[in-house]
């Protein structure tokens, strides 16, 4: 889109340029969104999605509060509570603050990352209440099949992770 905005005002540039410009300014665009939205919601939703890589399984972790707003993303290549403890980690690290509730599918790693990291937090594991995290996935799996596949873990972390804020 950025391409045919710069053509309609006379400025010819390639896809590539484009593509460069994504990689070197993203990051940073992301996270000035991320630092003028509101605090997050004390709901968090935590789900996760099988996406293929390179023909090998990858899962897409990802967290959400009640409004809406993902707070974070994660890609391993794990589904285990190593991976479910690194997400939570890295959710708390970030947000600065635990939540009052988690809400997550009936995946047993929850459980068990939440009764290591956060101690205090109540959870509900159930299908139907963790619906807006299974819904923020639906952006991405249009994505991901414009964009014909992602490469590899790292590009779809970096992908994902900026285009999730713009």
């Known amino acids: 889109m950025v391409e045919e905005m710069l053509a309609a005002r006379g400025i010819l540039v390639n896809r590539g340029t484009v593509r460069q410009w994504a990689l070197k300014f993203g990051q940073s665009f992301a996270n000035q969104i991320r630092r003028r939205l509101p605090a997050a919601g004390d709901k968090w939703h935590l789900d996760e999605v ?75 594991q159930h299908w139907g209440l963790n619906n807006r995290a299974e819904n923020s996935h639906q952006p991405t799996r249009r994505r991901e099949r414009i964009m014909k596949r992602f490469k590899s873990a790292g590009q779809a972390q970096r992908f994902l992770s900026v285009h999730d804020q713009v």
């Open 50 to 124: 099988v996406i293929s890589i390179s023909g090998r399984k990858h899962w897409l972790w990802r967290a959400v509060d009640q409004h809406g707003v993902v707070l974070d993303i994660l890609v391993q290549s794990r589904r285990n509570t190593k991976a479910a403890k690194r997400l939570m980690r890295k959710l708390l690290k970030k947000q600065g603050i635990t939540p009052r509730v988690m809400i997550t599918d009936k995946l047993a790693s929850y459980g068990a990352a939440k009764r290591e990291i956060m101690l205090g937090v109540e959870h509900r």
